[in-house]
């Protein structure tokens, strides 16, 4: 018995087989792109906290970039602003145990910074981490840390 389409079918495998490989490489094509656009923004970003907060270059260099890290991957709105992440930066250097509870805190400060950019047409982030600093957990005083949550 003849398969449907008859002799259509090896040219129809072919055609799909040629759409699967052009949608795999334009895939692969679109992560590399991004993961080269979150290297540069991660770099630039970095680098104005450094510039931003020039004590931060006395600290182990590891440890600064490692806080600066967890901060852009969990807080990516936070971490552009060089006076917030050099003011988290800072305090989880004081107060080294990053615990479940401070990754908690700072993906709702996350959220809360998403929310209200895209509430109020893109809202300062000083404006909006008034609360948190008046909270304890930045500190006002760039040459000083956070006083941390009770």
């Given at each position: 018995m003849p398969l449907p389409g008859g002799s259509r079918l090896p040219s129809l495998i072919g055609q799909a087989a040629a759409i699967?490989?052009?949608?795999?490489?334009?895939?692969?094509?679109?992560?590399?792109?991004?993961?080269?656009?979150?290297?540069?923004?991660?770099?630039r970003d970095f680098k104005r906290v450094i510039d931003a907060n020039p004590d931060l270059r006395n600290k182990d260099s590891q440890e600064v970039m490692d806080r600066f890290r967890i901060l852009s991957t969990l807080g990516p709105t936070l971490a552009r602003d060089p006076t917030i992440a050099g003011g988290w930066i800072r305090q989880t250097l004081e107060f080294p145990v990053i615990t479940p509870t401070v990754l908690k805190d700072l993906v709702s400060v996350e959220r809360e910074a998403r929310e209200g950019q895209s509430m109020f047409g893109g809202i300062s982030m000083p404006d909006m981490m008034s609360q948190h600093l008046s909270k304890g957990y930045l500190s006002k005083d760039p040459t000083a840390g956070g006083t941390g949550r009770p």
């Open positions: 699967a490989g052009v949608t795999v490489g334009a895939e692969a094509a679109a992560n590399l792109m991004r993961r080269t656009i979150n290297a540069i923004t991660f770099n």
